[in-house]
């Protein structure tokens, strides 16, 4: 078996290997082969691959180099210093690893720096071209893309037709000045653009980077102009850079003539940087243009220049991303789902991933021929992604990062709930039991119903929806749930997610009779279960649903014919539920996901153990319920039916057959006066 460095190692080869190829096709021909939310999703686990294993670290990886090779038809640029990429961070946890480092970093080369010495310079991130200006006295003298962060492209004639790129700059501007800044299109413009476009029935561009992209690399300056791009500048790069703070570098650029940014801001502290980032997550479709997160700068330039650079990115800056909506993770099993219907559907349970703001374990896959029109295989590493308020859906497969040990997915023959023999209709697979669907709904109704789990908010519509998106396959699921596998379906919100989740997990623990009843074994009522709970307690004690399991399995069929009130039926019902392998998996699934078993008070007042209750008809002034419950807490016991085992059946007005049959046993029957005189007794 491999170590898992190794495992580590290759899958680092493998990364590096598929990110070379599209950010080749993305930075050098303009060409936009893999979604750029799924490559940063693939470029942070191979920096957190390479982190946790740096001996793997090599020049050529993909996190060691900021892009591609200049465009021939430009000629050649070199920076005055590279033009670096960053490192991206996608959550909370991020931001503080990417502190500690930085923090660390410093303390090794500075005295006295803590966190509370650093503040943060926060700026939204565009996405756009990044663009380096050089001036001399005053004046623009050239204009390059970054190209492979060394050696760019001569782009000066096309960037003098933007706008907002002064050619002459204003105020106390140094002699030499070198800026740099991002190209881009509003939404208005990209619109407009892609209208002429469709109108002239020319291909219409994909996303307002890549017309940018194109448009910047014009041969004619004309077509340049023709397009109204933008420009923000958000940095300095010459070589002297006198401004202690990275913030009042933007101050400087202003007075020189520059556009930057209006919403940037200084952040005292993290926790400032994670309110700022989450305003602008929620607020980003209010900007005319588009961001896909914020840049965070270590505001203190000083503290900037000594951090420098780790692989080809500033430790003293990242990028810190809006959850993307579309990302990789693995598929960790495939489960097959039975709705209301009787149609079984396929559902990928995957590895935890982020995707708009929220974490999602599963996605749809609809039916098993897209199954095979994606090649998908369990373990496999997809694409996923999520438009609107639907579930997930995997868009692709990547078999380059196959390791060999994923599984093939195996179309069933028979159902996963009742084992009935399963029919193909169109693209979908049926239960032939046309009960299936509905039985199986209604189990899992109960499961969640007050005398069992009593998990408030599950109605039926709720348990519907969840059977129908496959985010359910058996009751266990439901413990398995998370809050971003609800948000994301339509008409609920995060608040609504949370508070199911939360409800849920209160319920995971839960008494053993209620446990049992809630298993839905035929014949046993809320009664019955109490009384087998007991019978289960005298075989040893159980804290999880494996527990019961062992216990169950060491029940005898002559113990159980003792039982008051436990006929052939019900015996024969208990001792096949446990027979069951189907059973023994569940209450494994239910002991993974948490649930355990606690026990009742001890009752205080035991002069009715040993003593076995039966009640038929109606007793005045006393409902059943609570005669029911003044036995129990007396220590007795309950049942729903007559056997010779009974010590008394206690008769009201209008009995039923029950009356008869305890007649026919001899067993004592008596009043509800007879029945309050033996409680006070």
């Keep these: 078996m491999m170590s898992e460095k190794k495992i580590a190692q290759e899958r680092i080869e493998k990364l590096k290997k598929l990110i070379d190829e599209h950010r080749y096709a993305y930075h050098v021909e303009d060409k936009e082969t893999f979604d750029a939310e799924a490559l940063d999703s693939l470029k942070k686990e191979l920096f957190d691959l390479e982190q946790a294993y740096p001996e793997f670290v090599t020049p050529d990886s993909p996190t060691q180099r900021v892009g591609g090779l200049p465009l021939k038809e430009f000629s050649k640029v070199r920076h005055i210093s590279r033009m670096n990429s960053l490192n991206d961070a996608f959550s909370e946890k991020d931001m503080h690893n990417w502190v500690d480092r930085v923090v660390k970093y410093l303390k090794s080369q500075t005295e006295r720096v803590s966190e509370q010495d650093i503040s943060f310079y926060c700026d939204l991130k565009m996405d756009g071209l990044a663009i380096e200006l050089e001036y001399e006295k005053g004046l623009l003298i050239r204009a390059s893309t970054r190209g492979n962060g060394e050696t760019g492209e001569d782009i000066t004639q096309n960037i003098k037709t933007i706008d907002a790129v002064p050619l002459k700059l204003r105020g106390d501007a140094p002699e030499k000045l070198v800026v740099r800044g991002e190209a881009f299109l509003t939404h208005e413009e990209f619109k407009r653009i892609n209208a002429q476009q469709k109108k002239g029935g020319e291909k219409e561009y994909a996303n307002p980077r890549n017309l940018v992209a194109g448009s910047i690399r014009q041969l004619d300056p004309k077509i340049t102009a023709a397009r109204k791009i933008d420009f923000f500048t958000w940095g300095i790069a010459s070589p002297q850079n006198f401004y202690k703070k990275h913030s009042d570098e933007f101050k400087a650029l202003s007075r020189f003539g520059f556009k930057t940014n209006s919403n940037g801001k200084i952040c005292k502290t993290l926790e400032d940087v994670e309110t700022f980032q989450g305003i602008w997550e929620k607020q980003r479709k209010t900007l005319p243009y588009d961001i896909d997160g914020v840049v965070v700068f270590i505001d203190d330039n000083v503290f900037f220049r000594?951090?420098?650079?780790?692989?080809?990115?500033?430790?003293?800056?990242?990028?810190?991303?809006?959850?993307?909506?579309?990302?990789?993770?693995?598929?960790?099993?495939?489960?097959?789902?039975?709705?209301?219907?009787?149609?079984?559907?396929?559902?990928?349970?995957?590895?935890?991933?982020?995707?708009?703001?929220?974490?999602?374990?599963?996605?749809?896959?609809?039916?098993?021929?897209?199954?095979?029109?994606?090649?998908?295989?369990?373990?496999?590493?997809?694409?996923?992604?999520?438009?609107?308020?639907?579930?997930?859906?995997?868009?692709?497969?990547?078999?380059?990062?196959?390791?060999?040990?994923?599984?093939?997915?195996?179309?069933?023959?028979?159902?996963?709930?009742?084992?009935?023999?399963?029919?193909?209709?169109?693209?979908?697979?049926?239960?032939?039991?046309?009960?299936?669907?509905?039985?199986?709904?209604?189990?899992?109704?109960?499961?969640?119903?007050?005398?069992?789990?009593?998990?408030?908010?599950?109605?039926?519509?709720?348990?519907?929806?969840?059977?129908?998106?496959?985010?359910?396959?058996?009751?266990?699921?439901?413990?398995?749930?998370?809050?971003?596998?609800?948000?994301?379906?339509?008409?609920?919100?995060?608040?609504?997610?949370?508070?199911?989740?939360?409800?849920?997990?209160?319920?995971?623990?839960?008494?053993?009779?209620?446990?049992?009843?809630?298993?839905?074994?035929?014949?046993?009522?809320?009664?019955?279960?109490?009384?087998?709970?007991?019978?289960?307690?005298?075989?040893?004690?159980?804290?999880?649903?494996?527990?019961?399991?062992?216990?169950?399995?060491?029940?005898?069929?002559?113990?159980?014919?003792?039982?008051?009130?436990?006929?052939?039926?019900?015996?024969?019902?208990i001792m096949d539920w446990f027979l069951q392998k189907n059973n023994k998996e569940l209450l494994h699934k239910l002991t993974k996901a948490g649930v355990t078993i606690g026990t009742e008070k001890k009752q205080t007042h035991m002069r009715l153990q040993g003593k076995t209750f039966c009640f038929t008809g109606e007793l005045e002034g006393l409902s059943r319920e609570h005669a029911k419950e003044m036995v129990r807490s007396a220590g007795g016991h309950v049942v729903e039916s007559v056997s010779k085992n009974l010590s008394y059946v206690v008769a009201g007005a209008d009995p039923g057959s029950k009356l008869q049959k305890a007649q026919n046993l001899g067993i004592a029957i008596i009043d509800k006066k007879q029945f309050l005189k033996i409680l006070e007794a």
Excluded: W
């Design 306 to 573: 000594i951090a420098g650079v780790v692989g080809k990115a500033p430790r003293g800056a990242i990028a810190y991303k809006f959850s993307p909506k579309t990302a990789t993770t693995r598929v960790q099993e495939v489960k097959i789902q039975v709705g209301r219907t009787g149609i079984l559907t396929p559902v990928a349970v995957l590895a935890p991933v982020e995707l708009s703001g929220v974490t999602i374990t599963h996605a749809t896959l609809h039916n098993f021929d897209e199954i095979g029109r994606l090649g998908l295989k369990a373990g496999d590493t997809v694409i996923v992604s999520r438009a609107g308020d639907v579930i997930p859906k995997i868009d692709a497969v990547l078999k380059d990062l196959r390791s060999g040990k994923e599984k093939t997915i195996l179309v069933p023959k028979i159902c996963p709930v009742d084992h009935s023999p399963v029919v193909q209709e169109g693209v979908y697979l049926r239960c032939t039991n046309k009960l299936c669907g509905a039985q199986h709904q209604r189990q899992l109704r109960h499961f969640v119903s007050k005398g069992a789990f009593n998990i408030e908010g599950l109605g039926v519509k709720i348990i519907n929806r969840f059977l129908d998106e496959g985010l359910i396959v058996d009751a266990a699921d439901i413990f398995l749930l998370q809050e971003g596998d609800i948000s994301v379906l339509e008409r609920f919100g995060e608040k609504s997610a949370h508070n199911i989740i939360e409800e849920i997990r209160q319920k995971k623990h839960i008494v053993l009779d209620k446990f049992l009843y809630a298993l839905g074994i035929l014949h046993i009522g809320e009664e019955n279960a109490r009384v087998l709970a007991d019978m289960l307690a005298q075989l040893g004690a159980m804290h999880t649903p494996d527990d019961i399991y062992e216990r169950g399995r060491l029940l005898k069929k002559e113990t159980l014919e003792e039982v008051a009130g436990f006929g052939e039926k019900i015996i024969e019902s």
